[in-house]
């Protein structure tokens, strides 16, 4: 078990950005408790910091990408209504979505 | 118990068995056990007595209905079953019925398998206890005060407790290995792209595989055969079929060249490196050779995957809106929606990694973080290259520590990560790895011991966790 790290929290407002851009609403608490959680987790990952990776090349899967073409056929695709049952909401076969932009006031 | 599914299956097949009395065998310990145990979200009995029922009468009629016939399995509650809940321990997805089967799923029914259950997880597979999901968590089944590992907790405990043969489950970085060594059962990783993703919930995707539990070596080897093999509906499957294990579990470790890795991180307790060094001693009684290696960026290998895992998950879980399916919970405007839908429907841990994973993808950050880490993982596969020159597999312990306490680990999220020490570089490599039961540790509770393998070494992987199985059960 790992002795507690006092690392510095993230700031609030770092936290609120990120929860913006991973539309995450976060209460009061759950945005205080982030920014400590993930300060004490980014100090534990400085631990790759000192290593030398300049010519390192990204490993981003086990695999080289490539390719992936099949034969230009028609296969079954899945149900349209049994895919649409499991929205929380249609219309007229569609999925059904709030305004975009909001209701005017 | 009802013996391994290996012989099930043969008695079924050759009529000397029926797949119903088998069924009826696991359920009562279901029924016994499972209000304590907690290993299922959903169990199906009626859909299992029907399908047992129609196992039964294909053999009647002279078929064979395949390798598994009659053969009681789980699955991991975020494999698709169609028409069937799959939730992925998740308020986010309660309720919601997959309009397809995965893969997995569908090989299994064709080799004659019958589904009793969904098994609880940690929420979308994040988790090292099974105390993430939204419906409770699941207890070990030797100690049920205890965690039995996770995120395949259900899967492993569904095994280790007799309520079903054998199961499947998914390890993005040691959720299959982990809790089979903390439920004292077989666990296997296979190589990535040996098994087909399709229609498994998508947690991390370059990282996650789906591979079985077992009580024997020998029957996770025949469940591996009939899910393996290459699928055109995932792009990352091998092209290429599933590797022959049948012959490789008796043929010994004579002259096999196993690796101690001589800069593993520290951290394992005594019991645990104790029984390493007695699974070390066997191997080498057996014939095997024992050879000290280096896998200098092991130790880095936390870091990297707890920043490349979590930045894949915060781009798959994007797709969770309150749109398509799921958990909607309503708003004015899109935005609010979704973020009040994510807000209501996702757990404290997912929510946790949603953050860390997209605050190293973002602006600023892409490059200290997840940039870094991507070539961490490089350095780590090149590692495992080299030592690889020098060994056939290498010996690890699976699990830091035996079983621990529900609620010992749940405040601290990074002691938690800690758990998967010695199981996450494997992923990050794409190679296979096995966690073996080997003996007990502290308080009698079981110790895994973990094989690793070069990428595509399922054979020898296999070879030499049968003989440590043959050292323990002989």
């Known amino acids: 078990m790992s002795e507690p790290v006092a690392a510095d929290p993230l700031s609030a407002d770092v936290i609120a950005k990120v929860a913006k851009l991973a539309r995450l609403e976060l209460t009061a608490q759950e945005a205080d408790r982030f920014a400590r959680q993930l300060g004490d987790m980014l100090s534990h990952f400085a631990d790759i910091d000192a290593l030398v990776l300049d010519d390192v090349r990204p490993m981003s899967q086990p695999y080289a990408l490539r390719n992936v073409l099949r034969d230009d056929t028609v296969d079954p695709g899945l149900d349209r209504d049994e895919v649409l049952a499991a929205a929380p909401a249609t219309e007229d076969h569609r999925f059904r979505v709030p305004p975009i932009r909001g209701v005017a006031p | ?474």
Request: glycine share 10%; hydrophobic share 40%.
């Open chain 2, 1 to 474: 118990m009802s013996g391994p599914a290996s012989d099930i299956a043969m008695g079924v097949r050759d009529g000397s068995r029926s797949a119903v009395t088998v069924l009826e065998d696991y359920l009562a310990r279901i029924d016994a056990r499972e209000p304590r145990i907690h290993a299922f979200n959903v169990v199906l009995a009626d859909e299992a007595r029907h399908r047992a029922a129609d196992i039964d009468a294909l053999v009647a009629n002279g078929a064979d209905p395949g390798p598994l016939a009659g053969v009681p399995v789980a699955l991991k509650d975020n494999m698709c079953t169609r028409g069937v809940p799959t939730t992925c321990s998740s308020k986010i997805l309660e309720g919601w019925r997959p309009p397809y089967d995965a893969t997995v799923v569908r090989r299994l029914s064709e080799a004659g398998a019958v589904v009793v259950g969904k098994t609880n997880l940690d929420e979308f597979a994040m988790g090292s206890s099974t105390e993430n999901s939204a419906f409770g968590p699941t207890r070990n089944p030797h100690d049920p005060t205890r965690v039995p590992g996770g995120s395949s907790g259900g899967s492993a405990a569904a095994v280790a407790a007799g309520f079903v043969a054998v199961s499947l489950g998914s390890d993005t970085g040691g959720s299959i290995r982990q809790p089979a060594a903390l439920c004292g059962v077989v666990g296997v990783k296979p190589s990535y792209g040996a098994v087909s993703r399709y229609g498994l919930v998508a947690f991390a995707s370059s990282l996650d595989q789906i591979g079985p539990f077992a009580n024997t070596v020998a029957d996770a080897a025949l469940v591996l055969q009939v899910i393996a093999g290459h699928d055109p509906a995932d792009s990352t499957s091998i092209p290429q079929p599933a590797a022959d294990l049948s012959d490789v579990l008796t043929e010994g470790v004579e002259g096999v060249r196993v690796g101690r890795i001589v800069d593993l991180p520290s951290g394992a307790d005594p019991d645990v490196d104790e029984r390493l060094e007695a699974a070390l001693e066997t191997l080498q009684t057996a014939g095997a050779k024992i050879v000290d290696v280096e896998v200098p960026a092991f130790t880095y290998g936390l870091t990297a995957y707890y920043l490349i895992a979590p930045a894949e998950a915060s781009s798959n879980l994007a797709r969770y809106d309150g749109v398509r399916y799921g958990l909607r919970v309503d708003a004015t405007e899109t935005n609010a929606m979704y973020a009040a839908t994510r807000a209501e429907g996702f757990g404290d841990e997912v929510k946790r990694r949603i953050m860390l994973g997209t605050y190293a993808l973002s602006a600023g950050y892409y490059d200290a973080y997840y940039g870094k880490a991507l070539k961490v993982r490089r350095l780590i596969a090149d590692d495992f290259e080299r030592a690889y020159q020098h060994a056939d597999v290498l010996l690890t312990p699976t699990s830091p520590t035996v079983a621990f306490p529900i609620g010992e680990r749940t405040d601290n999220p990074f002691a938690m990560y800690l758990c998967d020490t010695y199981t996450i570089p494997t992923n990050l490599a794409g190679h296979p790895a096995v966690s073996v039961p080997f003996g007990t540790g502290a308080g009698r509770l079981p110790v895994g011991v973990q094989v690793l393998a070069p990428m595509l070494a399922e054979p020898m992987m296999f070879r030499v966790a049968a003989e440590l199985e043959r050292a323990v059960t002989s």
